[in-house]
């Protein structure tokens, strides 16, 4: 899969995707650093151990580089940047049940917004499935040439499968 890229100095509004979830009664926020093992325990069983791996990589910053969706307690998606390499969005998911409720749109704008908060003018979304969906809601680009890149996993695929 490719990678895209994405200016981050003409990103969308995040005021109202977050509404959007606040008035369903979920919260975007980053995790607390207690909250480290719930995480990775809840993306190990739901998604994937290299998601996990990560994840716990999030949390070597301060504030963590990652934001998770949280309704009525429960951890219902997250995603993280400045993980797989420095300036890469990604991991990200959210469970089947919080899915059509923009949730994700929410969890990928808080991202690239702390991204170019921190500085970067654009943003490596890595390893993308949905495409069409980066092109629409932020205008990503493709990033000829970028499959595996990163993604060569090597030693990981060999003793932990794809």
Request: hydrophobic content about 40%.
């Amino acid at each position: 899969m490719p990678d895209m890229l994405v200016k981050l100095y003409g990103l969308p509004d995040l005021h109202e995707p977050m509404k959007k979830t606040e008035r369903q009664n979920i919260r975007i926020r980053r995790p607390a650093p207690w909250e480290k093992a719930i995480l990775a325990d809840w993306v190990s069983r739901r998604f994937s151990r290299v998601w996990t791996l990560e994840c716990e990589v999030a949390f070597t910053a301060n504030p963590a580089s990652c934001f998770i969706a949280v309704q009525k307690d429960a951890l219902i998606g997250f995603a993280c940047y400045d993980c797989t390499r420095k300036n890469f969005f990604g991991p990200t998911a959210v469970a089947e049940e919080g899915r059509g409720k923009g949730i994700g749109l929410a969890l990928l704008l808080s991202c690239l917004h702390a991204m170019r908060d921190n500085g970067y003018a654009y943003a490596i979304v890595g390893g993308v499935g949905p495409g069409e969906y980066y092109a629409k809601t932020v205008g990503a680009t493709m990033i000829e040439g970028s499959s595996p890149g990163v993604y060569d996993f090597g030693l990981l695929r060999k003793e932990h499968g794809p």
